[in-house]
């Protein structure tokens, strides 16, 4: 998991909301283009186009936002416009038979103690493997081990996918260079790599760092 910076919320998102008046009081269900692509591209931009939990490449039509906190009635529909509360989460469109995982997963439940990319420690919370898994860096800490089992981070899907990203890093032909260049490379700042981050970013980080 990805530590994310928020941005400030988009101008036109901003200037949409405040046309709320004693008539009409917007909601997420009546957020709409052009104002929804534009938090759908802040969104993307702030996070890198990658997953805000598993950090899996975010492909075009297969990611939705996500609001951390649920916004259900039972929940904190206060939330539901609160950009702070918006990430985005891949699966969008989930084929027949297709594990579910992350956002889709978490679906409506919550707790305070669930690890948020947004908090400034996320990353230290987590362990990476060589064989693809995700576990806690603290065993002590259960939430830490409940977040990866609620977002489903360890379903064979996630970890084949992290497996071959690690794979040509454990090339034994890399002389110790080769490898510290590839793994500069593979980490480069999204500042300067088209403002996107390489998927799988904090498995790298973690292992060959």
Not at 110 to 126: A, G, M, N, Q, Y
Request: charged letters at 30%; aromatic letters at 12%.
């Amino acid at each position: 998991m990805k530590h994310i910076i928020k941005s400030s919320e988009p101008q036109e998102f901003k200037d949409w909301k405040s046309l709320e008046n004693e008539n009409w009081k917007p909601t997420y269900n009546d957020l709409q283009n052009p104002e929804k692509q534009k938090v759908y591209n802040s969104l993307l931009s702030e996070q890198g186009y990658i997953c805000c939990y598993c950090e899996r490449k975010l492909i075009k039509s297969d990611y939705h936002i996500e609001h951390f906190k649920p916004q259900e009635d039972n929940k904190f529909p206060e939330l539901q416009l609160e950009y702070g509360n918006m990430l985005c989460s891949c699966q969008r469109n989930v084929g027949k038979g297709e594990p579910l995982h992350c956002g889709n997963s978490k679906g409506n439940w919550f707790d305070e103690r669930l690890v948020s990319p947004l908090d400034d420690d996320c990353e230290t919370k987590f362990k990476y493997t060589f064989d693809g898994h995700i576990i806690p860096a603290d065993r002590k800490d259960k939430f830490v081990d409940i977040t990866i089992q609620k977002l489903e981070l360890n379903i064979d899907k996630l970890i084949d996918m992290r497996n071959k990203v690690i794979e040509p890093f454990l090339d034994p032909e890399l002389t110790e260079k080769e490898l510290s260049d590839f793994v500069t490379a593979y980490l480069v700042d999204k500042s300067n790599n088209g403002g996107k981050f390489n998927q799988f970013y904090t498995t790298i980080q973690y292992l060959f760092t």
